[in-house]
């Protein structure tokens, strides 16, 4: 019984450490290209994702460190149409025009990094220095909290199973 209650400790423990930080950028990209950045941040997490268009990306984010040695280089689709069905039983949609698009997007953390950039057809439409925001603290930290927090977790569960799966006396009156 202890086997199993271990080995899961030991998986979620290790996913967890596997967490990396990542550049979170909310940004409002428009379709004449402006950018509008709403956030930045850099948090636990993973890179990504990107959506791929077969080869149809039109859209480019690339990190640069400070001697403009291209660290992450990444290609995207991105459309400015949405599609929708007037109902269950319509085969051809309505295509609705928009102008601008809001998303989230996780880049992958370094710790040289320079400037964050944005093209869109080759054309370099925005720029981010990262330099002064990089992270002080250790570059893990929101996950060496959710270790040391695991950790407690389980030793707490640890200490419960023993305690209440002790044998039952045996013996007693006959």
Request: with cysteine; net charge neutral.
């Amino acid at each position: 019984m202890n086997r199993p209650f271990v080995f899961v400790a030991l998986l979620l423990l290790c996913s967890i450490a596997s967490a990396e930080s990542v550049y979170m950028l909310d940004i409002i990209i428009y379709q004449n290209d402006n950018v509008e950045l709403r956030s930045f941040d850099i948090i636990s997490g993973s890179p990504g994702p990107f959506s791929d268009a077969g080869g149809n990306n039109n859209y480019e984010f690339r990190i640069l460190s400070k001697d403009k040695e291209v660290l992450f280089d990444q290609s995207f689709h991105l459309g400015y149409a949405a599609y929708r069905f007037r109902g269950p039983n319509s085969t051809s949609p309505d295509i609705v025009p928009y102008d601008k698009t809001e998303n989230y997007w996780r880049l992958p953390y370094f710790d040289d990094a320079a400037l964050i950039q944005l093209f869109h057809e080759g054309k370099i439409i925005f720029e981010y220095d990262v330099s002064k925001r990089q992270q002080t603290f250790p570059s893990n930290l929101n996950s060496i909290i959710l270790i040391v927090g695991a950790i407690a977790i389980a030793v707490l569960i640890l200490i419960l199973f023993k305690r209440f799966s002790r044998p039952a006396k045996t013996g007693g009156k006959a």
